[in-house]
């Protein structure tokens, strides 16, 4: 089988959740499908192509998004299709997020190959919530609807839509989306584990919050430093805390300014997905993740599976994974409740043995790719 991911959300020379998802994807066919040929188009700094794993890895040369830096937008749509036409894919993956879907049918005369939509990002409750907060609840509310019409046409052309989180599942079926396909995304555990016992014993220092993400306006980044400083005038209960940041993207400037003014904060950069990041979270004692518009949450799972508890949004992908031990849910944009939360996981601290069971039972890479491979085959068997 010849298959081809296309999409705009890969960040050229960065990290993010689809640069993982790609990264395991590429490595996974190349340990189990050898014989299949994997393709990946994705916006970059120049044109190129160059070996992820078995896979080809082609950038085209894109102009970056000017809300956000970082990410780059595939706007050459004669490149893309000649890239499309050259591989001859069996199959096309399109992330949802744009008209790819639309771009990949219509490079192909006739008989276009299939086309499966994988749902990265939600994009009607971003939009209604950025435009909410600017132009009010109202302007919040169209925009909204007029993002759920959108979506649904750019999904039109494909056989099969993936969904990662079973919370926007439903979201999808309320708004009637078809050929709808539930796959949880997974982790690599022989990456992210916990500490050995005797590291644990011998770990010293002040408690540490984690975060572990973009730095962007939409990752709620404001939630969780006025959570922090309101931690920061509880009781001695917690002992000393630590709030330590990893990621990049425009709000850059803010984070290392905040560093800068408050010890108890740290900037540790932009860390590639690899032994460095995991002896982040193995470090931590809690992630945080602000955000309420998760659709899944990777570096979720990755705390987990390094034995953390994790405090994240009672909203997306992160309503339907959080349970018990396992951490605790806060309300939207809600910073006094986020820092309640923070501090009963903390005082709680449950054994991380049991969220380490709770991935390695539930959550795998080897399933995820199992399950979207049996797509293909469903996909390519109707058309």
């Given at each position: 089988?010849?298959?081809?991911?296309?999409?705009?959300l890969?960040i050229?020379?960065?990290?993010?959740?689809v640069?993982?998802?790609?990264y395991?994807?590429?490595?996974?066919?190349?340990?189990?499908?050898?014989?299949?040929?994997?393709y990946?188009?994705v916006?970059g700094?120049?044109?190129?192509?160059?070996k992820?794993?078995?896979?080809?890895l082609?950038?085209?040369?894109?102009?970056?998004?000017?809300?956000?830096?970082?990410?780059?937008?595939?706007?050459?749509?004669?490149?893309?299709?000649?890239?499309?036409?050259?591989?001859s894919?069996?199959?096309i993956?399109v992330?949802?997020?744009?008209?790819?879907?639309?771009?990949?049918?219509?490079?192909?005369?006739?008989?276009?190959?299939?086309?499966?939509?994988?749902?990265?990002?939600?994009l009607p409750?971003f939009?209604?919530?950025?435009?909410?907060?600017?132009?009010?609840?109202?302007?919040?509310?169209?925009?909204?609807?007029?993002?759920?019409?959108?979506?649904?046409?750019?999904?039109e052309?494909?056989?099969?839509?993936?969904?990662?989180?079973?919370?926007?599942?439903?979201?999808?079926?309320?708004?009637?989306?078809?050929r709808?396909?539930?796959?949880?995304?997974?982790?690599?555990?022989?990456?992210?584990?916990?500490?050995?016992?005797?590291?644990?014993?011998?770990?010293?220092?002040?408690r540490?919050?984690?975060y572990?993400?973009?730095?962007?306006?939409?990752?709620h980044?404001?939630?969780l430093?006025?959570a922090?400083?309101?931690?920061?005038?509880?009781?001695?209960?917690?002992?000393?805390?630590?709030?330590?940041?990893?990621?990049?993207?425009?709000?850059?400037?803010?984070i290392?300014?905040?560093?800068?003014?408050?010890?108890?904060?740290?900037?540790?950069?932009?860390?590639?997905?690899?032994?460095?990041?995991?002896?982040?979270?193995?470090n931590?004692?809690?992630?945080?993740?602000?955000?309420?518009?998760?659709?899944f949450?990777?570096?979720?799972?990755?705390a987990?599976?390094?034995?953390?508890p994790?405090?994240?949004?009672?909203r997306?992908?992160?309503?339907?994974l959080i349970t018990?031990?396992?951490?605790s849910?806060?309300?939207?944009?809600?910073p006094?409740?986020?820092?309640?939360?923070?501090?009963?996981?903390?005082?709680?601290?449950?054994?991380?043995?049991?969220?380490?069971?709770?991935?390695?039972?539930?959550?795998?890479w080897k399933?995820?790719?199992e399950t979207?491979l049996?797509?293909?085959?469903?996909a390519?068997?109707?058309?």
């Amino acid at each position: 089988m010849r298959i081809c991911d296309l999409t705009n959300l890969y960040i050229d020379n960065g990290e993010g959740g689809v640069n993982t998802y790609l990264y395991e994807k590429a490595r996974y066919l190349a340990q189990n499908k050898p014989d299949f040929e994997h393709y990946v188009i994705v916006p970059g700094e120049k044109d190129d192509c160059r070996k992820l794993f078995n896979s080809q890895l082609i950038t085209i040369k894109s102009p970056r998004y000017f809300r956000n830096p970082q990410h780059r937008i595939l706007f050459n749509r004669k490149a893309i299709q000649k890239h499309l036409r050259d591989v001859s894919p069996d199959l096309i993956e399109v992330d949802s997020a744009s008209k790819l879907a639309h771009i990949a049918q219509a490079a192909f005369n006739s008989y276009p190959p299939p086309i499966v939509g994988f749902y990265h990002v939600h994009l009607p409750t971003f939009f209604a919530r950025e435009f909410g907060k600017t132009f009010g609840h109202w302007a919040g509310q169209i925009i909204e609807k007029l993002a759920w019409r959108m979506v649904k046409g750019w999904v039109e052309p494909c056989e099969s839509l993936i969904v990662t989180s079973k919370d926007i599942l439903e979201r999808l079926q309320e708004k009637n989306f078809k050929r709808l396909e539930y796959i949880p995304l997974g982790v690599n555990t022989e990456l992210f584990r916990p500490l050995e016992e005797k590291e644990m014993t011998e770990r010293k220092g002040p408690r540490t919050i984690l975060y572990v993400g973009r730095l962007s306006r939409e990752k709620h980044l404001h939630v969780l430093f006025e959570a922090y400083e309101l931690l920061k005038k509880q009781p001695k209960d917690l002992g000393d805390l630590k709030l330590k940041i990893v990621g990049d993207g425009p709000m850059l400037p803010l984070i290392e300014k905040k560093a800068a003014e408050d010890s108890t904060i740290e900037y540790a950069g932009l860390c590639p997905y690899g032994e460095t990041l995991a002896e982040h979270y193995r470090n931590a004692d809690l992630l945080a993740l602000p955000s309420p518009s998760e659709t899944f949450g990777l570096s979720l799972l990755e705390a987990l599976a390094s034995g953390l508890p994790v405090v994240a949004i009672r909203r997306g992908g992160p309503s339907g994974l959080i349970t018990g031990d396992l951490g605790s849910l806060a309300l939207p944009d809600d910073p006094k409740d986020f820092a309640q939360q923070i501090e009963n996981v903390l005082q709680a601290s449950p054994a991380s043995e049991n969220r380490r069971r709770y991935i390695e039972e539930k959550f795998s890479w080897k399933n995820t790719f199992e399950t979207l491979l049996n797509v293909y085959t469903q996909a390519l068997a109707r058309k």
